[in-house]
């Protein structure tokens, strides 16, 4: 079983935020998968399909941001394996640029809440994460920035970059996490 982990705020005036743009791949997963997420568990939602030949879950926690790590102990209990080539983290990046992707195996939390979080209750940072950039001028000057909307220019990089990101889930899922890094990671937007 693959578990994707998608970092985001659960109120619905966070939906289209920077912060969120890890619910927006879990939300894209969903839609392919023709599934819809279910309350479950004690603080998530989750929604079942395949990556590939791969059996898979997308959940969304109930928690905010800074809390995500707090369901990493149910999700282990049942079953979920945590490694890099079983377990991803999907979160926004300020310090990368909007339509960036960047895999790894492991590494810091960069200073995001939400990595800080999961890694205070693994006791460890070696998990894959994807970070998806939604870095802008000013950004690293605005601690509200994240909560921000996207603005309407930036919704067609937002989109693409979402798009991309589930093939990159699909590659990780199929091949681990290696690979995914080799063939999706990428400083700004593919030209169409």
């Not at 928690?63 to 102990?73: A, E, F, L, S």
């Not at 990159?168 to 593919?190: C, I, S």
Request: charged letters at 25%; proline letters at 4%; a positive charge.
């Amino acid at each position: 079983m693959k578990t994707v982990l998608a970092i985001g705020n659960p109120e619905e005036k966070y939906a289209a935020t920077r912060h969120n743009i890890g619910w927006m791949v879990a939300d894209a997963l969903a839609r392919e998968w023709k599934e819809k997420f279910r309350k479950d568990g004690f603080e998530f939602w989750s929604a079942q399909g395949r990556l590939g030949r791969a059996a898979a879950t997308a959940v969304k926690t109930w928690t905010y941001v800074n809390q995500t790590g707090r369901v990493v102990p149910e999700l282990k209990a049942r079953g979920a394996g945590v490694g890099p080539d079983d377990f991803i983290v999907v979160c926004d990046d300020i310090a990368l640029p909007l339509g960036a992707i960047r895999i790894r195996a492991k590494g810091s939390s960069g200073g995001h809440n939400g990595l800080k979080s999961v890694e205070a209750t693994l006791g460890s940072n070696e998990y894959a994460r994807m970070r998806l950039g939604v870095g802008g001028p000013g950004a690293a000057a605005n601690p509200d920035y994240v909560l921000g909307r996207f603005g309407s220019k930036e919704m067609k990089v937002v989109e693409e970059t979402v798009t991309a990101a589930v093939e990159a889930l699909k590659t990780w899922a199929a091949d681990g996490v290696e690979k995914a890094m080799t063939r999706h990671n990428r400083v700004e937007p593919q030209e169409e």
